[in-house]
């Protein structure tokens, strides 16, 4: 079973996603061949980030080992990355299964009316491989291993209806799209609790900084282009390259900045199709009902001004702090390509403000490399097991160091509670995990209830 799935998996999403998205399209009437075309724009849009990501991975990890080097800073927790995150998660027990199991409790849910999201991002549920399998490593229960899958899984479904209509509200022709994805998810909390705090706090509620009207007001210095340009330069100066390196680095950042929304307008041109044509299903079939939710990447929306700007500015930031944040250990070097994927669900409550984003991001980061520290001990068991059975070099962890993490998904706040709740409290963790994603489930569900009896009630009008 693990060489099936870890085949299927080993696909990658630019081969996935076309192929669902082609079935998808069929059976809910597309022609074949216009659904084939929408299946491989998303997949070429993957194939696109996927470069983009990779140039920003390798010009910014030399610059920043450099800096690191010149400075004489070292921590002892190793950023592995998420792509080796992912094959750590994939190549264990739970992983191995993860799949089927969460692709059933879906459609569990869907018959219970306790989630509206159809959840086709199959590459994304490494996430929830991940949770279970440092739980399983920890406890070496299988059990509590696919407890903790399944319970980030259902909290995640559940997550994603209730920020749905605020996603779609923002997103402009993203109608029926929901974000399944728990490393985004779990940042949600983050940013209702200190958005609410900055509106009350005087003067600070009333700074309004969105991306275009830093455009307006800066002209130039208030693109993404431009900031990529900058940081890129400022990072390879505190690295001690050369001036035309220097150069160089500045104008890869900002290639960067400028691509990244271009590549996923692929993903929204083949997504469209797919979006009208379930949305004519739902209505045709389920007159009464409110409709679903079509699950899909983030990757979709991280081409935003804000998401960009925010990033980059956040990078140097985050890794300047992590040497001086008393108990840190971890680095992130590796996962800075990921750090894209923390906005997606945050740009909806603080309305795309620059300034929010920024403070929730940081907040939010601060914590993060504390739970990966954390999580290290739970997380290198996996690896070390997963490389012993592999060989895999990409999940090796160096000399010299005392543990792995990666900032996505170990940074997040639903990884980190789950995991404590499933090994660190005993009995009593485990059965408040169950309480808790039970009533949300049940919640969700009036939500759902409500929602068609609206519709219903309409249609009759």
Not at 21 to 31: A, E, R, S, W, Y
Not at 84 to 95: D, I, K, L, R
């Amino acid at each position: 079973m693990e060489q099936v799935f870890s085949y299927i998996v080993g696909l990658g999403a630019p081969v996935m996603m076309p192929i669902l998205f082609t079935i998808l399209g069929v059976c809910i009437g597309i022609k074949f061949g216009k659904a084939l075309k929408s299946g491989l724009y998303v997949g070429v849009g993957f194939v696109g980030l996927s470069v983009i990501t990779a140039l920003l991975t390798d010009t910014m990890g030399p610059a920043l080992k450099a800096v690191v080097e010149t400075f004489g800073l070292s921590l002892q927790v190793f950023d592995m990355g998420w792509p080796a995150a992912a094959s750590v998660a994939y190549n264990t027990t739970v992983g191995a299964f993860i799949i089927p199991v969460c692709l059933g409790v879906n459609l569990l849910m869907l018959i219970t009316k306790t989630t509206k999201t159809v959840n086709i991002d199959l590459w994304n549920y490494w996430h929830f491989a991940f949770i279970g399998a440092i739980v399983y490593f920890a406890t070496e229960s299988v059990i509590y291993g696919f407890g903790a899958a399944i319970a980030c899984y259902i909290i995640t479904l559940v997550c994603a209806d209730l920020t749905a209509a605020k996603f779609q509200s923002f997103y402009k022709d993203l109608e029926g799209i929901s974000i399944p994805q728990p490393f985004c998810a779990s940042f949600v909390p983050f940013a209702v609790v200190i958005n609410k705090v900055l509106d009350k706090i005087p003067g600070i509620n009333k700074i309004d900084i969105d991306a275009e009207g830093m455009k307006k007001k800066f002209g130039l210095f208030g693109e993404p282009l431009f900031l990529g340009v900058v940081v890129g330069m400022l990072i390879g100066y505190f690295a001690n390259y050369e001036l035309p390196k220097m150069l160089m680095l500045g104008v890869k950042m900002g290639a960067v900045m400028e691509l990244i929304p271009r590549v996923t307008g692929l993903f929204i041109e083949g997504l469209k199709p797919i979006s009208e044509a379930t949305r004519e299903l739902v209505g045709r079939k389920f007159k009464n009902s409110s409709g679903l939710h079509i699950g899909m990447s983030p990757a979709l929306v991280i081409g935003h001004p804000v998401t960009l700007v925010v990033s980059i500015l956040l990078i140097p930031v985050i890794i300047i702090l992590a040497f001086v944040l008393p108990g840190n250990k971890f680095l992130p070097l590796a996962s800075l390509a990921g750090m894209f994927y923390l906005f997606p669900l945050v740009l909806p409550i603080t309305k795309g403000n620059v300034f929010k984003t920024f403070i929730i991001g940081l907040v939010a980061l601060i914590v993060g490399v504390y739970f990966v520290t954390d999580l290290a001990p739970a997380f290198t068991s996996a690896a070390t097991d997963v490389y012993a059975k592999t060989q895999d070099t990409a999940v090796k962890i160096p000399q010299g160091f005392e543990g792995a993490g990666a900032l996505d998904f170990a940074s997040s706040l639903f990884c980190w509670v789950i995991y404590h709740l499933s090994v660190t409290i005993k009995y009593v963790g485990p059965a408040v995990l169950a309480l808790f994603t039970l009533g949300m489930m049940i919640i969700n569900r009036r939500n759902i209830v409500k929602e068609d009896k609206a519709a219903a009630t309409n249609n009759e009008k």
